[in-house]
């Protein structure tokens, strides 16, 4: 594969806060040994993620293949990241379908994970609804009307 795309990302100024070994400590894959759609890869390093955290590199791998999985990892570790990038990769941007539903508990969290799908799916064409309540359910039907491929919902208890 031609590396030529990577000299175009835009890429955010790194990071310089210490990190620990709660996402250091990495068996060393990269982004690209999970074989991920090249558009998802751009969407991955213009968040500035380089490699993947250890959370994202048990869980992705593991559900590129369809298996379920039931995971923790402390807070901040990459966890959002670890079911998004699988759920986009499996996602066909021209099936005008949800084809991904992302349950949550507080609507901040619904706020917080649907710009996580948007920054990592920038350059997938896909479109992300969240139903936070506060809208009518008239709203939320109209919106269904138009394409949406990710939905992010709150569940309560
Ligand atoms: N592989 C990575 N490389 C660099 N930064 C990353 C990587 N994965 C996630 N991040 C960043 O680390 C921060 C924490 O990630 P995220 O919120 O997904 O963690 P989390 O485990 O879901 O946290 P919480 O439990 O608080 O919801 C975010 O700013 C995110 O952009």
Redesign the pocket.
């Known amino acids: 594969m031609s590396e030529d795309w990577k000299t175009e990302l835009n890429l955010p100024k790194k ?1 310089g806060r210490p990190q620990t070994d709660d ?1 250091l400590g990495t068996k060393g894959n990269t982004f690209e040994s999970f074989h991920l759609k090249r558009e998802l890869l751009m969407g991955i390093f213009e ?7 250890p ?2 590199e048990e869980a992705i791998p593991v559900a590129l293949m369809g298996r379920d999985i039931l995971a923790r ?9 670890a079911f998004v990038i699988p759920a986009l990769e499996k996602l066909k941007p021209k099936l005008d379908k949800i084809q991904a539903l992302i349950l949550v508990p507080t609507r901040e ?1 619904a706020l ?1 994970t649907s710009q ?1 799908v948007k920054t990592l799916g920038s350059h997938l064409g896909i479109q992300v609804m969240v139903t936070t309540g506060g809208t009518s359910l008239r709203d939320d039907i109209l919106r269904l009307h138009d394409p949406v491929h990710v939905l992010v919902d709150v569940r309560h208890g």
């Open positions: 990071d996402v968040a500035g993620f380089e490699k993947p955290s959370i994202q990892a402390k807070n901040g570790t990459g966890k959002t990241a969290l917080q996580v």
